[in-house]
């Protein structure tokens, strides 16, 4: 037994070091299989600008490519991002550790409180500061309390981010193919769409009603 539970700690340990590095490899990979447009963008960028820290909300299931949706690095800033304390949340901090954001860990059932200290921390220090608004318990696509918190007590706006993404193009009929495949476009496209709340909110969000295709320009 002892063999066995020293054997599955080797595993763990293993998974552990290994995992982030093959995730983050398959996001820029991923990345480089997409063309991205930005919608909004300037509400961020003049923030930068201007050296105002921010609250960058996102949905939790658009996680994977949000980071991507962060700009602040040309502008010499740094994204802090809350992460629960969970094992999964230790696989997501250290694969977006490898993107040079900077970790907290925290989330509604363990560490919380303490979490959300140092996020505030973080934008009373002039940094930027993530959440996943809906949280990894949900439910979701309704934000929850700690976000409007924190962009409250860290005296800064809340801008909310979110990704839709295209479909890519069949073959043209008459195509000698008997198969679906999706290649008359090599790429499919993907848009981040940001908007201003100068003043946090604590009503829920909710997605649109519609397809995920390229939004329009607010």
């Known amino acids: 037994m002892e063999e066995r539970g020293t054997v599955a700690s080797l595993k763990g340990r293993l998974l552990l ?23 909004n963008d300037g509400v961020v960028r003049g923030l930068h600008r201007e050296g105002r820290p921010y609250v960058h909300g996102f949905y939790h299931d658009q996680l994977l490519m949000m980071t991507y949706s962060y700009l602040g690095q040309n502008h010499g800033r740094q994204l802090a991002v809350l992460s629960s304390r969970h094992r999964d949340g230790e696989y997501v901090s250290r694969t977006l550790e490898r993107f040079g954001h900077l970790m907290v860990r925290g ?33 979701r696509h309704h934000v929850q309390i700690g976000v409007i918190e924190a962009a409250r007590l860290g005296r800064a706006p809340v801008v909310p981010v979110a990704f839709a993404t295209s479909k890519k193009k069949l073959f043209d009929p008459g195509m000698p193919s008997k198969s679906r495949c999706r290649r008359r476009t090599p790429y499919s496209s993907m848009v981040s769409r940001s908007a201003f709340l100068p003043t946090p909110i604590g009503k829920p969000w909710r997605r649109s009603a519609g397809s995920c295709s390229r939004p329009s320009t607010a």
């Not at 973080?122 to 996943?132: K, M, P, S, T, V």
């Open 107 to 139: 989330s509604t059932g363990r560490g919380g409180a303490a979490g959300l200290k140092e996020m505030i921390r973080h934008l009373r220090a002039g940094r930027d500061a993530a959440f996943a608004t809906d949280g990894p318990r949900g439910p």
């Open 17 to 39: 070091w290994l995992g982030p590095i093959v995730a983050s490899g398959m996001i820029r990979a991923l990345r480089r299989l997409l063309r991205f447009s930005y919608v």
